[in-house]
């Protein structure tokens, strides 16, 4: 494949709003990157090019059977006006993997980190500057074949998209209320739960929306057989600290293999925490909450980086975890996380990646 990325320049460049002004995923930056797939041909003819709407055929594939994958990573602003990526390599790994779940093409990781270097370094500008913002870069693929056929696509689209971001906490980091979901499930053995692909999140739209109307801010997913053990957080793993001791589900291919879990989980282990990585049931969650032992959850992602949980509720049992307020680990966690990943404090693990 020629790796040359060809820049077509926008011509009439749009102002990016203003950091007071940032809110999530409703804005977009002036340029995005494309890149074809043929069978045939492999993967050909990267490019940057103006932002734009896609002209799609619709007997295209994804607008069917939702061959579809997508990643989501972001850029930060340095006080000293650097440009820093978190582990974009480990966002390449993922969705190779997420590909290859989904009967679609591989990519080589090193293009994939690459492309979305080049995206930003265009739309530099657009990196907002203010503590906690971010530009946020959403790599994606879609199955192009014009066939209503099910079958995997012989044609993709590979695009990069980037919006500018508010910080994800105005007034400092708060803890959230979560819904035990005890009758719809996300994923289950041997399903798509690893993968980063459309249908999971259209699938758990409807439990949301359902906890949304009842008060809560998000759902906490049990496993698809018998709704027993502890699976993610809508967009985020989750953690518990019990009785000293911090434990996460294991990743057995129903959810999302996190990078902030881990980052989380090595810098846990560098603090000198015992972290478990294993099944973990609802009940022993509720049973340490009963003891006194449950001190803190949280939840781990891209979009919050570390989300305390203040209350959980699962069936007619509602947990007020550490007072409903953040606990000292998921604190300190978020400070070195936003520290690394902004430049403001010392990148031991080599996380970064300048732009
Ligand atoms: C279902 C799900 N789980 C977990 C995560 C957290 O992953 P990461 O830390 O890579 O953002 C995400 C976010 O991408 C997600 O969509």
Known sequence: ????????????????????????????????????????????DPRIVPYSPLEIDPAAAFCHYGQTTFEGLKAYRTEDDRILLFR?????????????????????????????????????????AKPGTAL???????????YLGLKPSSRYKFIIIMSPVA???????KPTKIYVETDFVRASKGGTGMAKTGGNYAGSLKAQAEAAEMGYDE????????????????????????????????????????????????ILEDWGMEVEERKIKIEEVAEAYKSG??????GTGTAAIISPIGTLSWQDMEMEINNGETGEVASKLYDKLIGIQTGKIEDPYDWTVEV
């Open 167 to 173: 910080a994800y906490y105005d007034q400092g980091i």
């Open 1 to 44: 494949m020629d790796k040359n990325i060809r820049i077509e320049k926008c011509e009439d460049r749009q102002e990016p709003p203003k950091d007071e002004e940032l809110s999530f995923g409703r804005t977009f930056t002036d340029h995005m990157f494309v890149m074809d797939y043929e069978e045939e041909q492999g993967w050909y």
């Open 136 to 146: 946020y870069i959403r790599p994606f693929t879609i199955a192009t074949e014009i």
């Open 88 to 128: 974009p390599e480990k966002n390449a790994e993922r969705f190779n993997n997420s590909n290859e779940r989904m009967c679609i093409c591989q990519m080589d990781p090193d293009f994939f980190v690459e492309a979305v270097k080049k995206t930003v370094q265009v739309d530099k500008n657009w990196v907002p």
């Open 293 to 298: 032992d449950l001190e803190e959850a949280f």
């Open 219 to 266: 759902v906490l997913w049990l496993d698809g057989n018998n709704r027993e053990f502890v699976e993610e957080v809508g967009a985020m793993n989750v953690f518990f600290k019990i009785n000293g001791k911090i434990i996460t589900p294991s990743l057995e291919g129903t959810i999302l293999p996190g990078i902030t879990r881990d980052s989380v989980i090595t």
